[in-house]
């Protein structure tokens, strides 16, 4: 590339840049004009938004104040099913392996010797 052609591109691009801010919109007989600061000001807050929302509404604003949880760390042989029984052996095992299955966003029976799970009482 020359120089000649770096300054004709670098010319194309300032002229697209013109061009945007000089977009013109027809809806309904209506005349808009798009505007990069507008478009930047509206972006921000819908960041904002999606992020106070994402925020709030996790799984931690909704848990148990008077839970009691215990961190266990998976030892060879073990599966959810012994898991369930050797902590809860009073509850029936499905809803203790339910339980962590969600509190550590487990979506197969697949554990991993040396894997941390929390196990959440009274919150089942």
């Known amino acids: 590339m020359t120089r000649t ?3 004709v591109s670098i010319k194309v691009i300032e002229h697209m840049f013109e061009e945007v801010g000089n977009m013109r919109f027809t809806y309904k ?5 798009w505007s990069l600061e507008k478009f930047a000001v509206n972006l921000f807050f819908a960041v904002l938004i999606l992020t106070i929302g ?10 148990d104040p008077n839970a009691l949880e215990v961190k266990i760390t998976v ?29 550590n966003r487990i979506t197969n029976s697949q554990l ?6 929390t196990l959440v009482f009274n919150s089942i």
């Open 5 to 7: 052609d770096v300054r």
């Open 75 to 103: 030892e060879s042989g073990d599966t959810l099913w012994s898991i369930a029984e050797k902590y809860a052996a009073q509850s029936d095992p499905r809803r203790i392996i339910d339980m962590i299955r969600r509190v």
């Open 29 to 33: 007989n209506t005349n808009y004009r």
């Open 112 to 117: 991993k010797v040396g894997q941390e799970l």
């Open 54 to 63: 994402s925020i709030y509404f996790t799984n931690s604003t909704n848990a």
